[in-house]
């Protein structure tokens, strides 16, 4: 099969299309032939090895101490179809169409992956191509999970900074549903996304700092970690929650723990736990016209290095999708 092999840290040119053998379930696993996946921040970030000293080392001893030798392909999302299940398989059978995330082993930059049929895998939404089911399994979780550890309330405001990305025009969807005022932030060019994508009031983070603009809230999602962490909370309403998908580092989160263990107001660190569950809600939601994915540019599997560098270029809006053709079986 081909599959983009990451064959070192560093710049997107790291990334080589290849053959690469077609993997064969083991009894409890899947063989999913891809249609679709997603290139993120993160995925980015993992390729440079760009992390906090604090990630950096733990992730040299999963992934490879000088090279990526323990993950030879990378990619976590997907969508696809069953081609083969592992002789204990009950969940699933061939042909079904799913989306989700790969194991811990990742290798969704390819035409076929190999998935435990426990994993985050779900049935793919009836009215979504693969291309816009793939990133839903990144932003929407991630959007969902974090709006729920915040409790989020009919009639609360929330802030949702760097809100254009993947978590962000989920996250922007999952708090409207949820009944919430959303206030987006964001870079110039992509305020008309945000307002599209149904936020209640935009903020170019180029023109005006939203810590400085006399407004309060309920809920502040720092999708990108880059907001000021003692004016955030600041601006908090009693009882306030401030969540921080991306944290820069471990004073700030001391500072967290200080801010929740101190007052009314909380500062919530996660890592998103993948669950089925979730997947399933969020296709309830999508069917029933609540949720989309927004569009970003698509790039066929084989210009992966093009799709990380338009990633990194800041371009970026909505989701970046990852196409797999499948051209030998036509
Ligand atoms: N906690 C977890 O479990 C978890 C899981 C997955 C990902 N993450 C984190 O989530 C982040 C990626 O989220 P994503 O994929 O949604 O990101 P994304 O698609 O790259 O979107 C981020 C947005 O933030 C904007 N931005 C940049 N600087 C900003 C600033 N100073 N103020 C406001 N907006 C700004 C960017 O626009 P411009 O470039 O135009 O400025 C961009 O539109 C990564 O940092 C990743 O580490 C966390």
Redesign the pocket.
């Known amino acids: 099969m081909k599959a983009i092999v990451w064959t070192a840290y560093g710049p997107p040119d790291v990334l080589k299309l290849q053959d690469m053998p077609k993997p064969t379930p083991k009894d409890n696993e899947i063989l999913i032939k891809i249609h679709a996946t997603t290139v993120?921040?993160?995925d980015c970030?993992m390729r440079r090895l760009d992390f906090p000293y604090w990630v950096r080392l733990p992730m040299r001893i999963f992934v490879g101490f000088w090279k990526p030798q323990r993950i030879k392909i990378p990619g976590l999302y997907l969508a696809g179809e069953v081609e083969e299940t592992g002789s204990a398989v009950s969940r699933f059978q061939k042909g079904d169409q799913l989306f989700g995330l790969a194991g811990l082993r990742m290798g969704t930059y390819a035409e076929y992956v190999c998935v435990p049929e426990k994993g985050a895998l779900a049935t793919k939404p009836a009215n979504m191509t693969f291309g816009e089911a793939a990133p839903v399994a990144?932003?929407g979780l991630?959007a969902l999970h974090f709006l729920r550890k915040a409790n989020l309330q009919p009639g609360e405001k929330v802030l949702i900074?760097?809100?254009?990305?993947?978590?962000?025009t989920y996250g922007i969807q999952l708090a409207h549903y949820f009944g919430a005022h959303v206030t987006a932030?964001?870079?110039t060019?992509?305020l008309d996304t945000l307002r599209a994508t149904g936020a209640d009031k935009v903020i170019d983070?180029t023109q005006a700092d939203f810590t400085q603009l006399g407004d309060t809230y309920d809920v502040i999602f720092d999708?990108?970690?880059?907001s000021s962490f003692s004016r955030s909370v600041r601006i908090l309403n009693p009882h306030g929650r401030y969540l921080i998908?991306?944290p820069s580092g471990l004073i700030q989160r001391m500072r967290g723990e200080w801010v929740s263990a101190r007052s009314s107001k909380s500062v919530i660190f996660?890592?998103?736990s993948h669950r089925a569950a979730d997947l399933d809600f969020l296709r309830t939601l999508i069917e029933a016209g609540d949720l989309k994915t927004v569009m970003g540019r698509q790039f066929p599997l084989a210009q992966m290095a093009d799709a990380h560098r338009h990633?990194e270029s800041?371009q970026?809006?909505g989701n970046v999708i990852i196409t797999v053709d499948h051209p030998n079986q036509r």
């Open positions: 993120t921040a993160g970030e990144l932003g991630e900074n760097g809100a254009a990305g993947s978590i962000g932030v964001d870079s060019d992509k983070y999708v990108i970690g880059k998908a991306n996660e890592m998103t990633v800041g970026k809006v």
